[in-house]
T-cell receptor
Framework: NAGVTQTPKFRILKIGQSMTLQCAQD?????MYWYRQDPGMGLKLIYY???????DKGEVPNGYNVSRSTTEDFPLRLELAAPSQTSVYFC????????????FGSGTRLTVV | GENVEQHPSTLSVQEGDSAVIKCTYS??????FPWYKQELGKRPQLIID?????GEKKDQRIAVTLNKTAKHFSLHITETQPEDSAVYFC??????????????FGKGTHLIIQP
């Protein structure tokens, strides 16, 4: 039981490049989330999903896209990377078995130069 | 939307003393209030949570209290130890049948335990 797995752990992108951050969970959780964490700013919700085929915008969705074709996977897509997207990205999931608390992945540190 | 304020941003206490971190929230519909601990370079980890039908919850040296009328909740850590040093985040949101909806997090408190 791996929990929530995020890849890659680190990435450097040039302005305008695209990439997909991968997130997978093996706990059969319905709910999945993407957050970004900037120094001193806490975690801000980008997108979330309450089940396969359903996604919703969070507080800071601009510049990102998501899809949820299966219960296990919730990838985050950056289409045209900008320096403002330099951050640490965390994927998380929650479900009834966890008492509703989030289980976070290990994070992806992204730098856009 | 929900807004969560957390204080203080930094808290330094002597080992063995107690630490209290406070949060307020704005949306009276929120019914789920978790606390997360994040060590340097690591992922946030849930340490305790409380739902709106409960006023207090305790787990060994950690306790959380909730005042729904005033819309504030607090984390209490007693007999602090060096391993308690970390950043602590409070959060608020709606809990529904399948899990927690998108949580709104406070900005975090850096807890420093002085030997």
């Amino acid at each position: 039981n791996a929990g929530v797995t995020q890849t890659p752990k680190f990435r450097i992108l040039k302005i305008g490049q695209s990439m997909t951050l991968q997130c997978a969970q093996d706990m059969n959780h319905n709910y999945m989330y993407w957050y970004r964490q900037d120094p001193g700013m806490g975690l801000k919700l980008i997108y979330y999903s309450v089940g396969a085929g359903i996604t919703d915008k969070g507080e800071v969705p601009n510049g990102y896209n998501v899809s949820r074709s299966t219960t296990e996977d919730f990838p985050l897509r950056l289409e045209l990377a900008a320096p403002s997207q330099t951050s640490v990205y965390f994927c998380a999931s929650s479900g009834m078995g966890q008492g509703y608390g989030y289980t976070f992945g290990s994070g992806t540190r992204l730098t856009v130069v | 939307g929900e807004n969560v304020e957390q204080h203080p941003s930094t808290l330094s206490v002597q080992e063995g003393d107690s630490a209290v971190i406070k949060c307020t929230y704005s949306d009276s519909a929120s019914n789920y209030f978790p606390w997360y601990k994040q060590e340097l370079g690591k992922r946030p980890q849930l340490i305790i949570d409380i739902r709106s039908n409960v006023g207090e919850k305790k787990d060994q040296r950690i306790a959380v209290t909730l005042n729904k009328t005033a819309k504030h909740f607090s984390l209490h850590i007693t007999e602090t130890q060096p391993e308690d040093s970390a950043v602590y985040f409070c959060a608020a949101g709606l809990h529904s049948g399948g899990g927690a909806d998108g949580l709104t997090f406070g900005k975090g408190t850096h807890l420093i335990i002085q030997p």
